[in-house]
């Protein structure tokens, strides 16, 4: 019987060639077409052509311990033409609410801190982690890709993309060139994205390791603020690599490099100065002339090179099962590198599937990274240092989700899925001294990421 | 520095180029020679046009992932463009 099904799969070999690759192209493609928020935007040809395909899911994401909460509906439509083209567009909308930390060290006495606006000040107890909870943004990001044949061998593809928060508007645009080699069983793409991200803060832009200034003692706001906006471009090039390796396995491999240059601090980002003077407040916050902790607001280098090597592997085993993995090294010259490691399993049930899923993510910290500043590299208000930050984005720190995915694929071919992850980030670092010993300076951050999603 | 000294640098600098150049070539044809012998014949890629069998099955779910990761991390890109696109970091 199998014998028989080979034959007749043979005499139409050709249709099936064009109409598999057809479904498999705008995967194979979209390595080269992922900007973040169209990220990985090229969708899949999973209808007939000369047809809508769409797919609406909202996402829920919520931090532990009040911090950040996000809602993101998302909706896709593709469509998919005679030729082989396919055309995108996908609008996103985001909600965020919640506190953010602000850098500072926690403290054994409550302290003051003036909101990025300087409108109003706001308190954080003894002991806790100092978080800004003035946090609040919508952003919408819209964007469209199109993909198509040139020849038998050869494809392109470009996409558009445009988001905006209250503060932050960018676009960007992208595009890339295929060429299938060895019967398209291999496939090298190369792809070129250019962004370019205009910020435009409450408050303005502070300077560089400026000492944030205390509004209730009179310190001059404005005398702080270098400019009311500054923005940055990006340019990311791509090559990759990929291989269908036999009937049930395909294996991708990428290389990426990203360029950013321009304003790359975070304004809303301060770093506590901590007295290294031996006796009693040794460990403690510095005080001014008026008795206020000093704060000085993070500086970051003006230009970020990094470079990515991207592995993945899908196999599908003869149950039907289907295993992805993959792995990503990172590096730039901040000095941070990173191993993200990638794991799923679709466990096939009939019409529905399950997908227990495991990410495992570990840093190195960025050069200029410092969990705080000293007395001593404060120098009186002449810091020692030039760039120093302590976003914990940036430090020592490991990430691990587990997660599980369910979907069930209706009668007329529709489908329904949703997700539960758990997300667990801890960081490390230098403990501190004196009196600093004694308060968390790395608290985990814990997230629970639910999705669901129907397609149609 | 002298002349010799000069030559023998740049022959160095040169001869270490040229192994550069070399390594690469004889690697990508290796991969390249490696990646002819790999693959399945036309009416072979029933499994592999099985929709999650692409390997950007669920972009929708993969465009959301790298903004929470954006957000909360140092790493971006590596499937696609890293970019920018969100004053989350």
Partial sequence: MQLIKRKSSKSTASKLTNRSFKKIAPALAAASCSLLGAASNTALARGEAGTWDFEAASLFYTETDDRVSAVEPVFSATRNFEDGEVLNLKAAYDVLTGASPNGATPSATPQTFTTPSGNSTYITDAGDAPIDDTFKDTRVALSASWLAPINRDWEYNAAFYGSKEYDYLSIGTSGGIKRYLNNKNTALNVGLSFSFDTIEPEGDIPSGLAEMPHIGAGDDFSSTRIDTSDDK???????????????????????????????????????????????????GNLQDANGNNIYLYEARPDSRIKHSLYWQTKYALANGDVIDGSYRFMLDDWGINSHTFDFRYRWQLGSSYLEPHLRYYMQSEADFYQRYITETEYNAGSPTLTEATSDYRLGDLDGMTVGLKYGHKLDNDHEFNMRVEYYLQSNSGDNGIGLLKDQNLYPDTKAIIFQVGYSF | ?????????????????????????????????????????????????????????????????????????????????????CGCN
């Fill in chain 2, 1 to 85: 520095m002298n002349r010799k000294v000069k030559q023998c640098i740049n022959l160095k600098v040169l001869s270490s180029k040229s192994l550069r150049t070399a390594t690469v070539l004889l690697l990508g044809s290796l991969v390249l020679s490696a990646c002819s012998d790999l693959g399945v014949k036309p009416w072979e890629r029933d499994v592999l046009a099985r929709p999650e069998m692409q390997l950007n099955h669920d972009p929708i779910e993969a465009g959301l992932d790298d903004h929470i990761y954006f957000s909360k991390e140092a790493s971006s890109g590596g499937r696609g463009f890293g970019g920018g696109g």
């Fill in chain 1, 233 to 283: 471009t990006i340019i990311d090039a791509l090559f990759g690599v990929t291989q269908v390796i036999n009937r049930n396995t395909i294996m991708q491999f990428n290389y990426s490099v990203s360029m950013s240059d321009g304003y790359l601090n975070d304004p809303f980002k301060i770093l506590s100065v901590i007295d290294d003077t031996a006796g009693a407040n040794f460990g």
